[in-house]
């Protein structure tokens, strides 16, 4: 956290840039431009965009079904293709299914997934409804492996209530001012 012209778009910048030396696949994203879970499901369709495998297939779907959950009222905003998915869940289950799916495919190749969010602030309440309940489930499963195991996000001020409570959870990775 910090006010404007600190230098936290440059860390997390710095940040991505040590994790793709690590061998993990990035993706960034600058909330408040758009609505964020269609950008961050673009982008992640642009990651797998190459890879052929059934598990191209399966994160393809799992988008498709994250962008759906986003067209249904009440759930989000109206996003998704005109073909219903087999299975519809709402936007923070749909988003932890591509998130985990993703990553743990990324690891079964020896690397792994990292997500950045500058200008967490400004997300759409959906967004961050649906990232702090697939952060929060995503962390549940410690044991499993290739999942993410840190959110690095920058802001000049972390909403209160949902997000806070959420980045709250028990983690053995320390928080720091690079969770911003």
């Not at 996003?79 to 998130?99: D, F, K, N």
């Amino acid at each position: 956290m910090g006010s404007r012209g600190v230098g936290k778009t440059s860390l997390l910048r710095y940040a991505q840039k040590a994790a793709r030396e690590r061998g993990l696949a990035t993706v960034w994203i600058t909330a408040g431009d758009a609505d964020l879970l269609p950008v961050l499901s673009a982008e992640l369709e642009k990651l797998t965009a190459t890879w052929h495998s059934s598990a191209a297939q399966e994160i393809t779907s799992l988008i498709r079904n994250l962008e759906f959950s986003l067209s249904i009222p009440g759930f989000g905003v109206s996003t998704g293709p005109s073909q219903r998915p087999a299975a519809v869940e709402a936007p923070g289950q749909a988003l932890e299914a591509l998130i985990a799916a993703t990553a743990r495919t990324l690891h079964k190749g020896g690397g792994g997934l990292a997500i950045f969010i500058d200008e967490f602030r400004t997300a759409d309440h959906t967004a961050l409804k649906a990232l702090a309940y697939a952060w929060q489930h995503l962390r549940s499963q410690e044991g499993a492996s290739g999942l993410p195991r840190v959110w690095l996000t920058s802001t000049s001020q972390v909403r209160e209530g949902l997000v806070r409570g959420c980045m709250s959870c028990p983690s053995p990775i320390r928080k720091s001012s690079a969770m911003m």
